[in-house]
Nanobody
Framework: VQLQASGGGLVQPGGSVRLSCTVS????????MSWHRQAPGKQREFVAA???????TYADLVKGRFTISRDNAKNMVTLQMNGLQPEDTAAYFC?????????WGQGTLVTVSS
């Protein structure tokens, strides 16, 4: 399984960014699609996830600001991030739980700064 993430960049505080992650298999064959992030000098942390049936879950820090969604036709998961703050600056990674194994995409950097 290959994952390709895109959409990062520089955004001002309070702004929005939309990340995308395209997978190389039928997205309905993936048990869980998730986003994680890793800030400089910190451990990677969970951000949001979507189960194959569409159930979503979020880390408390992003709840109400971030939204994970799925484009079935494009085998893609997106992360809409609103109300960004400097502490959201991180490399964002998508992950697929497929047939019991976790597969990671490359990170896409989001920098929140004025």
């Amino acid at each position: 399984v290959q994952l390709q993430a895109s959409g990062g960049g520089l955004v001002q505080p309070g702004g929005s960014v939309r990340l995308s992650c395209t997978v190389s298999v039928n997205i309905f064959s993936i048990a869980v699609m998730s986003w994680h992030r890793q800030a400089p000098g910190k451990q990677r942390e969970f951000v949001a996830a979507m189960l194959v049936k569409g159930t979503t879950t979020y880390a408390d820090l992003v709840k109400g600001r971030f939204t994970i969604s799925r484009d079935n036709a494009k085998n893609m998961v997106t992360l809409q991030m609103n109300g960004l703050q400097p502490e959201d600056t991180a490399a964002y990674f998508c992950k697929a739980l497929y047939e019991g194994y976790g597969y990671w995409g490359q990170g896409t950097l989001v920098t929140v700064s004025s």
